[in-house]
């Protein structure tokens, strides 16, 4: 029986590892099949590659962006302002989270602010930062943090209270305090959440950044996509 047992998981982890290399290879067909239809369709004039480019006219462009350092210059930049505003919408949305957790009342009322202001349209208000903080990094941060951090705070502030509430009891019966609960119930129980919220704050920081890149930058890949599409410089926008 255990033999038995032993050769059926081995079939069936080798089936899993068949299915993962067939998942594998195929989407890299999938990307080679649909770069070779741009490329074609680019070569026999069935697209305007001045206005769609090609993955060959993009490679070269990529080169020699690579060659000046150009490219490297803006992804770093990005990069930066990036790293900056999701390390803020971490800590300002961890701290609100906690906030509202540690005052029901205060939860009631900030609540209907916190949905009106995570449902805003971000990019709307990037010219009014601009009139506020000026044209500088500055701008871009908040911009960032701005797309984030209410939606942080409302998805931790949801998490820390659908908490086990028999955990809470246990806690005060053995004489803890709020602070108990904190420490070894709710933020040890939250780290799943926590990281969780990360991942999406991570790519919603980077789309703040490039909406305050598009018009409150000199550098950085937002500044790049304007500036290409201003130009008609395609590859620009596709690197």
């Not at 032993?6 to 989407?27: D, F, G, M, S």
């Not at 701008?139 to 931790?156: D, E, K, N, P, R």
């Not at 005060?172 to 904190?182: A, E």
């Amino acid at each position: 029986m255990g033999l038995h047992e032993t050769l059926a998981q081995q079939e069936y982890v080798a089936r899993q590892n068949r299915r993962r290399r067939l998942v594998a290879v195929c989407r890299i067909l999938l990307l080679v099949l649909l770069l070779a239809l741009w490329e074609l369709g680019a070569r026999l004039g069935l697209i305007n590659d001045f206005i769609f480019s090609s993955p060959s006219r993009t490679a070269l462009c990529f080169i020699s962006m690579a060659r000046d350092g150009s490219i490297f210059l803006h992804t770093g930049v990005t990069l930066l302002e990036t790293l900056v505003s999701f390390f803020l919408v971490i800590a300002a949305g961890l701290a609100g989270a906690l906030l509202l957790w540690s005052s029901r009342t205060l939860s009631d009322i900030l609540e209907p602010y916190l949905v009106m202001l995570n449902s805003l349209p971000k990019s709307a208000l990037a010219p009014i930062l601009i009139v506020w903080l000026g044209n500088n990094v500055k701008t871009i941060i908040v911009a960032a943090v701005s797309v984030a951090v209410f939606g942080a705070v409302m998805t931790l502030h949801n998490g820390f209270s659908g908490m086990d509430p028999e955990q809470i009891k246990l806690i005060y019966s053995l004489g803890g305090k709020r602070r108990d609960v904190l420490f070894k119930v709710l933020l040890p129980g939250s780290v799943p959440l926590i990281i969780s919220n990360m991942k999406v704050n991570i790519g919603l920081c980077l789309v703040g950044v490039i909406i305050g890149e598009f018009l409150a930058a000199r550098l950085g890949l937002g500044y790049l996509i304007i500036y290409g599409s201003q130009v008609f410089h395609c590859e620009r926008l596709l690197i």
